[in-house]
């Protein structure tokens, strides 16, 4: 999603850092540039929580709403790897899996730069022909980041195949997967359930702490259908000290945060007239290219999921190794696929990047429906 024309436009925090502040911004390409503004950092604070329950969804469909029309049109920087799309296809469903999710959200506070001056390199900018103003400072700075935390809990049903998936679809209408050791499951259910593979994932953007770390590694997170008791009672724990007052409400003060979102701001808004070059029309072919790696980020770490889920509960040892040898060919894809993004993200120019691409779609190693 690009950037819209307006003086403030917000974006996702991956990537960004508060020293980010005063960072260049190429808007039309949704990517940073040098820093060519510096100032006084202001800090604010603005705690507040929020709690979300995210339904079964595709990959596409949740960052429509997590980033789309649910925030009102937040973007997302091109070219920022694999770490754009880890969360999306860590909480969601695909043609082999169906997941519920609960976000929690936590703002800390809030950075802005102010008393804003030129650095040198910005002040050796002023003049320079538009072209090389927008690949040096870009067209806008980064002004505001927020600072915070965000944490999902997801439940997932892992099926053998797609034909197993469907059939559960088909049949089963509430698809609810927060189970507890006093809800019963139906005849049916097992049945369409009997190979799959019940798990409990966690993943955090900050607010890691050490009590929920601790949890996490304590107990068991991966179950067969029928023998669902210990996952059971993982989620139980879970939930109680997610929501308990002594729990993570307590322990999320001391926790590590991160930049969950950042806004720009153009020069002319900052009146920095000196470096005002108007954005060039060149960002659709760069947004195509980072959609076609964006899509097989999703489906690696989404195999990835279901194949850790798989080794967790396989007793066969010659199965197991298979399973990890598929897992680590879908690894070295994502860093083919990572490396072609950060060639993107250095370049102005469209035909090196579209080659990278190119390349590490090419190394790709089939997974197939292992």
């Known amino acids: 999603m690009l ?10 925090g991956y990537q960004i850092q508060p020293d980010h502040l005063g960072v260049g911004f190429d808007s039309d390409m949704a990517t940073m540039r040098q820093a060519c503004l510096q100032g006084d950092w202001i800090e604010t ?112 049903l892992h099926f053998r195949s797609v034909e197993e998936y469907q059939k559960w679809v088909t049949k089963i209408k509430v698809r609810f997967l927060f189970y507890s050791k006093t809800k019963t499951k139906t005849k049916e259910w097992l049945k369409l359930t009997e190979n799959a593979v019940y798990s409990i994932d966690v993943n955090t953007q900050g607010g890691m702490t050490p009590r929920l770390q601790e949890l996490l590694d304590q107990n068991p997170r991966y ?58 029309d060149r960002g659709a072919p760069f947004t195509f290219e980072n959609e076609r790696l964006s899509v097989r980020f999703v489906s690696n770490q989404q195999s990835i999921a279901t194949l850790d889920a798989f080794i967790a509960v396989e007793t066969d040892d010659s199965q197991r190794e298979a399973y990890e040898n598929t897992r680590a060919k879908a690894v070295e894809n994502i860093q083919w696929l990572d490396e072609a993004a950060e060639d993107c993200r250095q370049t102005t120019l469209l035909a090196f990047c579209r080659q990278q691409v190119d390349a590490a779609l090419a190394r790709q190693h089939n997974l197939n429906e292992f």
């Not at 950037?3 to 996702?12: K, M, R, V």
């Not at 603005?46 to 595709?58: F, K, P």
């Not at 029928?226 to 879970?238: F, G, H, N, P, S």
């Open 223 to 280: 179950c067969q259908t029928d023998a669902m008791t210990d996952c059971e009672t993982t989620l139980e724990k879970l939930f109680d000290y997610l929501f308990s007052p002594s729990g993570y409400a307590q322990d999320i003060e001391s926790a590590p945060k991160t930049v969950l979102s950042m806004n720009t701001q153009t020069y002319q808004a900052s009146a920095h007239f000196g470096l005002v070059a108007d954005p060039l």
């Open 45 to 156: 604070g603005n705690v507040r929580g929020e709690l979300n329950y995210l339904s079964s969804q595709t990959a596409e469909a949740f960052i429509e709403q997590t980033y789309g029309k649910v925030k009102g049109g937040i973007n997302l920087i091109l070219f920022a790897g694999s770490v754009s799309t880890s969360l999306s296809s860590r909480v969601t469903e695909n043609r082999r899996s169906a997941s519920s999710s609960i976000r929690l959200i936590y703002d800390a506070r809030d950075l802005s730069l102010e008393n804003r001056t030129l650095t040198p390199l910005g002040q050796s900018m002023v003049g320079a022909d538009p072209m090389t103003i927008l690949s040096t400072c870009g067209d806008a700075f980064i002004h505001h980041i927020k600072l915070g935390s965000e944490i999902y809990v997801t439940t997932r």
């Open 3 to 12: 950037a819209s024309t307006l003086d403030a436009t917000e974006y996702a």
